[in-house]
Antibody, heavy 121, light 109 residues
């Protein structure tokens, strides 16, 4: 059964780079036609898609975040990661990793439990 | 960019009642529309994909309908565990982008 688990620092200083990891269990992170994604949720607010990495090697990002987002895969650790550069307080949120599921129209399932990242000096 | 507008923002109902949630897209999303349920402190859970297909393990009381720009999530008879926030989400074909609606909270009346 596919499971995802986020990890990374809970506190990041303004202007620095936020780095999060999503450990995948139950399937190889490089399995055929894979997609992996990141979504965030500011406290008390709705969901915002950050970006998705596809098996073609292409990354698709929210236009509002595109210039700051890097998503990559580490097959040796069966993980994928998110880097978000030049963070501000507006980037404070719970960050979720999730799989866009090809058999479900690339809807997200499953999701990790989420990790809270606070941007503050 | 496609914008999804959900209505109402809050729906106050009693257990056993029928819930009807709306999601309207600013342009056609064909049927690339999904619905999620989120309870406090939990990650969202996929309920419906491709507008009308129930995800694995989702009870039959949840159903989705619509195409193009207007979509509906119906909960036929609310159970106590159904009181939560519901989000719709669309995926554009090219370039692939995903967008969420702002959510509808279903609360106990």
């Amino acid at each position: 059964q596919l499971q995802l688990q986020e990890s990374g620092p809970g506190l990041v200083k303004p202007s620095e780079t936020l780095s999060l990891f999503c450990t995948v269990s139950g399937v190889s992170v490089s399995s055929s036609q894979y997609y992996w994604g990141w979504i965030r949720q500011p406290p008390g607010r709705g969901l915002e898609w950050i970006g998705t990495l596809s098996y073609t090697g292409s990354t698709y990002s929210n236009p509002s975040l595109e210039s700051r987002v890097t998503i990559s895969v580490d097959t040796s650790k069966n993980q994928f990661s998110l880097k978000l550069s030049s963070v501000t307080a507006a980037d404070t949120a719970v960050y979720y990793c999730a799989r866009p599921l090809p058999v479900a129209g690339l809807a997200f399932a499953p999701w990790g439990q989420g990790t809270l990242v606070t941007v503050s000096s | 960019e496609i914008v999804l507008t959900q209505s109402p923002a809050t729906l106050s109902l009693s257990p056993g009642e029928r819930a009807t949630l709306s999601c309207r897209a600013s342009q056609s999303v064909i049927d690339y529309l999904a619905w999620y349920q989120q309870k406090p402190g939990q990650a969202p859970r996929l309920l419906i994909y491709d507008a009308s297909n129930r995800a694995t393990g989702i009870p039959a009381r949840f159903s989705g309908s619509g195409s193009g720009t207007d979509f509906t999530l119906t909960i036929s008879s609310l159970e106590p565990e159904d009181f939560a926030v519901y989000y719709c989400q669309q995926r554009s074909n090219w370039p692939p982008t995903w967008t969420f609606g702002q959510g509808t909270k279903v609360e106990i009346k």
